[in-house]
Each structure stands twice: as structure tokens, then as C-alpha cells.
Nanobody, 120 residues
Framework: VQLQACGGGLVQPGGSLRLSCAASGRISSITVMGWYRQAPGKQRELVAT???????NYGDSVKGRFTISRDNAQNTVHLQMNSLKPEDTAVYYC???????????????WGHGTLVTVSS
């Protein structure tokens, strides 16, 4: 099982970016998918998560600006980021809680991270 994220880059303040992450491999089911970020010198923090049933959870700093969505059939999760601010600059990590085929337990999987830089 692996997670592959894409969509990071450089954007000006006030701009938008869309991150995508696809889970692949011998996947039986996925419960939670989401995004976390880590800025230089800071701890990793929650950006947004979504459950298989569609419920969502957002970090306080991104509420009203970011939207998470998920395609259960494709095992993908997307993060639409609008009104970006310099403080959104960070490496964004895709996360998923996955039950692999042959396992009865869910495990946490992480993507390699994609850099988002918000700067003029």
C-alpha cells in the first residue's frame, strides 16, 4: 500500500492550489483520509480529514478557506486550498487509515509530502 500525492507548488498570497492523493495497493478498505502539514521549525498539524461516510474535520487555521473531498471508488482525496496565506507555507502530507487485504487491523499510511509555498 502506498500514497502518492501531487499538486504542490508556488502560489501568491490570495491564490489557490489543489492537492490530490491516491492510495494504491492491496486495499480492503479505507476509513479516514486526510492532510497534515509541517512548517519549518514547527510540529506537524492537522489540516483536514474526511471519513468514508463523508464527515469532515478541519484545523482551525484553514476553516472556511480549504475544502477536502474524497472519491471512495478511486481511493483518492483532494484538498482545495483558497485564499492562501504565507503562513500556509509547509510540506503537506497525505494520510490514510487503511485495512490491507489479509489484515484485520487498520494501519496508518503517509505520503512523501508535497511542498506548498505561498509567497509574492
Amino acid at each position: 500500500v502506498q500514497l502518492q500525492a501531487c499538486g504542490g507548488g508556488l502560489v501568491q498570497p490570495g491564490g489557490s492550489l489543489r492537492l490530490s492523493c491516491a492510495a494504491s495497493g492491496r486495499i480492503s478498505s479505507i476509513t479516514v483520509m486526510g492532510w497534515y502539514r509541517q512548517a519549518p521549525g514547527k510540529q506537524r498539524e492537522l489540516v483536514a480529514t474526511t471519513s468514508s461516510g463523508g464527515s469532515t474535520n478541519y484545523g482551525d487555521s484553514v476553516k472556511g478557506r480549504f475544502t477536502i473531498s474524497r472519491d471512495n471508488a478511486q481511493n483518492t482525496v483532494h484538498l482545495q486550498m483558497n485564499s492562501l496565506k504565507p503562513e500556509d507555507t509547509a510540506v503537506y502530507y497525505c494520510h490514510a487509515n487503511i485495512v490491507a487485504y489479509g489484515s484485520i487491523w487498520a494501519s496508518d499510511f503517509w505520503g512523501h509530502g508535497t511542498l506548498v509555498t505561498v509567497s509574492s
